[in-house]
């Protein structure tokens, strides 16, 4: 499964970088899809990336604040998190997903693990 850190509490326009690092398995040649849950709402995919294709995606509410990678070497994968906003505030989680033609849903995700909780507020 994977276990994810880095969250926290910071404020309007702040950032942060989530790691995500597998364990019991490999990362190389899998996609990998970053999701996160707000109170009262749906798990929804917000990125991802294909080793195979070269890809990366990113949900419209993310794209141009947040950059996902990976570094194999490590069995990880991290989310940078800039300009962040109270509306990103949710527990986020990273999980092995099918391909990254699309942003994945959240019935495609494996291995998920705990989740780290990220709230944005002054």
């Known amino acids: 499964q994977f276990v994810e850190s880095g969250g926290g509490l910071v404020q309007p326009g702040g950032s942060l970088r989530l790691s995500c690092a597998a364990s019991g398995f490999t990362l190389d040649y899998r996609a990998i899809g970053w999701f996160r849950q707000a109170p009262g709402k749906e798990r929804e995919g917000i990125s991802c990336?294909?080793?195979?294709?070269?890809?990366?995606g990113y949900a419209d509410s993310v794209k141009g604040r947040f950059t996902i990678s990976r570094d194999n070497a490590k069995n990880t994968v991290y989310l940078q998190m800039n300009s962040l906003k109270p509306e990103d505030t949710a527990v986020y989680y990273c999980?092995?997903?099918?391909?990254?033609?699309?942003?994945?849903?959240?019935?495609?995700?494996?291995?998920w693990g705990q989740g780290t909780p990220v709230t944005v507020s002054s």
């Open positions: 990336t294909s080793e195979i294709s070269g890809r990366t």
């Open positions: 999980a092995v997903v099918l391909g990254c033609s699309s942003i994945p849903r959240k019935e495609e995700g494996r291995y």
